[in-house]
C-alpha cells in the first residue's frame, strides 16, 4: 500500500511501514507545511492513504468534497501505539482502503467510513 503520513503521525510509524513493504512518504520530506488541503489532494494524486492525527480531513471530505485516496485518523491514539494499531487497521480493513475508506480509531472504537458520492 502506499501512505502519505502527515507530520504529526510520527517519523518511526512511516519507516515501519517501509520496513514492511509498504510506500510510505513523510510529509515533512516534502518541504514547509502546505496545508490540510493540500496534503489531501498530494495523497490523491499519488494515490496514497493520509495517516494523521488531526481531526480536520473529516471536514475537507465531507464538507467541501475533497477527494482523497482514504484517510487513516489516529486523533486519540498514543505515540506508543500507533504502530500496533496501523498494523491491525492494514490486517484487518486493506479492502476498504483500497476503496478509499476514512477508518478513524477513537480509544477501542474503530469507524469506517466513505465519503458521499457526487
Known sequence: MRFLIDRCAGRSLAEWLRNNGHDALEAQAIGPDPGDRALLELAQSENRILV???????????????????LIRLPDV????????????????????????????????VRVSRPPTN
Open 78 to 109: 498514543r505515540r506508543s501505539r500507533r504502530i500496533e494499531i496501523i498494523a491491525e487497521i492494514i490486517e484487518r480493513y486493506a479492502p476498504e482502503l483500497e476503496e478509499r475508506a476514512m477508518i478513524t480509531v477513537q480509544g477501542r472504537h
Open 52 to 70: 494523521t492525527i488531526d481531526k480536520d480531513f473529516g471536514e475537507l471530505i465531507y464538507l467541501h468534497g475533497v477527494p482523497h485516496a482514504g
